[in-house]
């Protein structure tokens, strides 16, 4: 008769040059270097039973995450906030490299059953994410400059030669966003999501994307994964005031919106946005209303792999 072999719960704090591994139960944290030979090493000696968790830090972490997922090991990746939540709720108050692993281990052994177990992106999933917070920094920079450079119109010239080469390698971006998409497989997608008014090919990568990162099984979870679905904070008689999680990628979020704002100038949209702000409701919570609504339509399109029929035929809008 097999012996049972009881979990062993593994939490690792990442840095750049080593990984701080901590042992639910034990009080002893090893300190290994964070390279694929060591980590490797450290692999073998580890139980088919063994689960570990780290804190989502940069791009340190994936190495160790890739490795055990390769060695059949369930790993899960934390978020940083809801950890340091975490500790405080626990009423610690020294924060180090030992101390985190160990309060990973920690939540990883009472939190587990409610953790998705983490995934290995797609291919091209990290090459579009980059290329898409280059081009946002790219558009924080020309908003900065312009912004900055106002006041000298002597030097007119100049700065009109400046920002036609930013937006010439704006323009290269976005080609090689869609090339990069097209690339991965998901030109398909990227024609559903363009179809929807208001969304382009800035937005529609983005969104396909964020799409194949995971196994959405429905649409509320999709739009939790863009961190537009709502956190209440009820407590008695008292409704407190609605807000968005704001989990995940930023700049998606910032796309849908800009999406949205091009959307209600459509026929299809600007209905909807319109009855939404006669309810008494400010533009920006209208255009959230919008944005989300766009997402989900995107979802929908791409889960089934059908085509956008909109209402109209008549009209256009300028897309994001």
């Given amino acids: 008769m097999a012996m049972h072999t009881p979990p062993q719960w593994i939490g690792i704090d990442v840095s750049k040059a080593t990984l701080s591994v901590a042992v639910y139960g034990e009080t002893h944290t090893a300190t290994l270097a964070n390279e694929p030979g060591a ?8 139980p088919a039973s063994a689960a570990l968790a780290v804190e989502a830090t940069n791009t340190y972490h994936f190495t160790v995450l890739e490795l055990a997922q390769h060695r059949g090991l369930d790993c899960y990746l934390l ?18 490299d030992a101390g985190d692993a160990a309060l990973i281990a920690r939540f990883l052994a009472h939190e587990h059953r409610d953790l998705r177990p983490w995934r290995r992106p797609p291919p091209g999933y990290h090459r579009l994410q980059r290329l898409l917070h280059r081009r946002a920094t790219l558009v924080r920079a020309q908003v900065a400059l312009r912004q900055s450079l106002a006041e000298l119109p002597e030097r007119q010239p100049q700065i009109t030669a400046l920002f036609k080469q930013l937006q010439t390698l704006d323009r290269a971006l976005t080609r090689r966003l869609r090339q ?35 196994s959405f099984h429905c649409s509320d979870a999709f739009i939790a994964f863009l961190g537009l679905d709502v956190r209440v904070r009820d407590s008695g008689k008292r409704r407190g005031q609605r807000r968005l999680s704001k989990h995940g990628d930023a700049e998606l979020r910032r796309l849908l919106h800009n999406a949205a704002m091009a959307a209600r100038r459509s026929p299809t949209w600007a209905p909807f946005y319109e009855r939404y702000r006669q309810r008494g409701l400010a ?35 300028t897309a994001t």
Wanted: proline content about 2%; overall charge positive; some cysteine.
């Fill in 79 to 96: 978020d940083g906030y809801r950890l340091n939540r975490y500790r405080e709720s626990l009423g610690l108050r020294a924060k180090t």
């Fill in 180 to 214: 990069c998409a097209r690339h991965s497989g998901w030109g398909a997608d990227l024609a559903r999501c363009q179809a929807i008014e208001g969304i382009g090919p800035l937005t529609a990568c983005a969104l396909v994307n964020a799409f194949h990162r995971g």
């Fill in 39 to 46: 980590i490797r090493a450290w692999l073998r000696a580890l």
């Fill in 283 to 317: 533009s920006t919570q209208a255009l959230v209303i919008l944005a989300r609504k766009l997402a989900r339509i995107a979802f929908a399109l791409m889960k089934n792999q059908t085509q956008y029929h909109s209402p109209l035929s008549a009209g256009g809008c």
